[in-house]
């Protein structure tokens, strides 16, 4: 896994900061309210930060911006960034704040300089998560710094707050891992011994294979990789943190790579479909937040993974499937192959864990991206209660969330003559039919919720994450649970 920086948090110590080489990042306040160490900064400097607080480009500098000053005066530091900060950011800004300075300090290390800056865990955990990069694939990658030190007034009480936010960075980074890895590296063997290797932190892991996915009777989730070299699979993980209530259950489109089957996509950006397991690739880094920092609840993560090919043996347009449940689904494009994986996972999930309530994320739709953008993904639900509490979740750790509708006329749209549904509804709310089609494979009593992920999995760069990978929806997830089951 790309590894997190590492971070050690050492006391506050005004007299060796003219001596720290390389980078170093100070806050002040926007009236120019400094800090122990900005206050000694600004000494060394000959004033040189107060005279940047009077100017005019420190006033129309935003909040968790920054400006940096190059060979500063009497220090050893080689540029100093100095952000625009409040005594008490809110959590977010915290982060941002953080981001600011990991852009800033790009390959190189950089010493941020704290002190008793309020939610400077939160700083620290935006810095980690922006400093990520996906560099296994350079044959000579760029030195990086792999480590940094930060200067606070009470080290172990930031470290001990930093702890499980360091646990869930954890958990974004391997999500942005496998959404990142091409195709031809994470085949379904690879994305499944990949989770199998989360059994080191105490996750129980089984992985399904063809035969016993046969057994079951997912002809609809095993009709979408039948053109491929590369078998499908469930995988199943299991955190058992909790009593022995019945668990929350989290599923996750696997489509390993979406060239669209025999309804081929065109050409052009369709490299990026190396990224259609961005569902299943959130719910693994769930799982691995949640088991390392020992979370108090009961979650099973089911991921199906499969891989979209045309091939003399790919399911055809025309083609009738019939899915665990026992619908059958006339296939009237091998492109809406997501929901066809999530029919007969989410409907094993139900049968065999009857959870108090069911998330599913996928990468399902283009039509999300038309009406959402990469701001915000789509939130389909059939119970206010659980919608709501992730509603606010998602807000909270500052990950876009919109809730769309669903209904009955909607629904309506993927019936057919031919079968009891077919896997596309046309042009119009692509999104919304979509989201219908899964619903027919959620009981009634199941809380549920369906993200559609297409627009903010791999739209980077974003606040939090360089070009590529976002692990939108790891944070928000482990607040949730942490939210409802865990207080
Ligand atoms: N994986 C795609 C959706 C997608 C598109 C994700 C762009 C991320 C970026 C999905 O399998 C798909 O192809 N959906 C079709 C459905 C249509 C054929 C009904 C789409 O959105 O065009
Ligand atoms: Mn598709
Ligand atoms: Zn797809």
């Known amino acids: 896994m790309s590894q997190p920086l590492r971070v050690a948090f050492t006391e506050t110590d005004t007299d060796s900061i003219a001596e720290i080489s390389g980078k170093l990042a100070l806050m002040m ?19 040189a930060l107060k005279r940047l607080a009077g100017s005019e480009a420190w006033e129309k500098t935003p909040e968790g911006k920054g400006i940096v000053i190059n060979v500063p005066e009497r220090m050893a530091a080689t540029s100093i960034l100095v952000v625009k900060t409040p005594k008490s950011p809110s959590k977010l800004l915290a982060r941002k704040i953080g981001a600011e300075i990991a852009v800033f300090a790009g390959a190189e290390t950089v010493t941020p300089l704290l002190a008793t800056q309020n939610k400077a865990a939160e700083v620290v955990n ?10 296994k694939h350079k044959s000579a990658p760029k030195e990086r710094a792999d480590s940094i030190s930060v200067m606070v007034n009470d080290p172990s009480a930031i470290e001990a707050q930093f702890g ?40 129980k892991v089984e992985v399904l294979d063809e035969p016993e996915l046969e057994k079951l009777g997912m002809g609809s989730l095993l009709c979408v990789g039948q053109g491929s070299e590369s078998p499908s ?20 489109k696997g489509v ?19 990224m259609d397991m961005g569902g299943a690739g959130v719910v693994s880094g769930v799982m691995h937040a949640l088991a390392a920092r020992k979370a108090a609840a009961n979650v099973v993560g089911l991921v199906g993974l499969v891989e979209n090919m045309p091939d003399g043996k790919a399911t055809r347009p025309g083609d009738v499937v019939t899915s665990m449940k026992g619908d059958t689904i006339e296939v009237i494009n091998t492109d809406a192959e997501g929901r066809l994986v ?40 059939n119970n206010d209660k659980l919608c709501n509490a992730f509603l606010s979740a998602a807000a909270n750790e500052g990950e876009g969330a919109w809730r769309m509708p669903l209904g009955k006329p909607y629904d309506k749209l993927i019936d057919t003559p031919m079968a009891d549904m077919k896997n596309t509804g046309g042009r119009m709310a692509g ?21 559609d992920i297409a627009g903010v999995a791999s739209p980077g760069p974003t606040a939090m994450a360089p070009k590529g990978a976002t692990g939108w929806g790891v944070q928000a997830l482990d607040r949730l649970i942490r939210d409802t089951f865990e207080s």
């Open 256 to 274: 390993v790579f979406d060239t669209g089957g025999i309804s081929l996509k065109p050409p052009a950006g369709m490299e990026d479909m190396t």
């Open 342 to 381: 999530l029919a007969d996972v989410l409907w094993y999930a139900q049968e065999r864990f009857a959870p108090v309530g069911m998330i599913n994320l996928a990468t399902l739709t283009g039509a999300t991206i038309v009406a959402l953008g990469h701001e915000n993904a789509g939130v389909f639900s």
């Open 29 to 47: 306040g926007a009236e120019g309210s400094m800090n122990t160490l900005t206050r000694k900064a600004n000494t060394l400097m000959r004033g």
């Open 233 to 252: 699979k469930v995988v199943v993980m299991q955190w058992q943190g909790g009593g022995d209530e019945a668990p929350f259950a989290l599923v996750g």
């Open 126 to 135: 935006g810095l980690v998560l922006r400093a990520y990069a996906f560099t």
């Open 164 to 203: 499980p936010l360091a646990a869930v960075a954890e958990g974004v980074f391997f999500t942005r891992d496998l959404v990142n890895e091409p195709a031809n590296v994470l085949t379904t063997s690879e994305f499944a011994n990949r989770l199998v290797a989360l059994s080191r932190l105490g996750v």
């Open 431 to 451: 999104s919304v039919t979509a989201a219908q089609f899964l619903q027919r494979f959620v009981k009634e009593e199941t809380p549920w919720i369906h993200l």
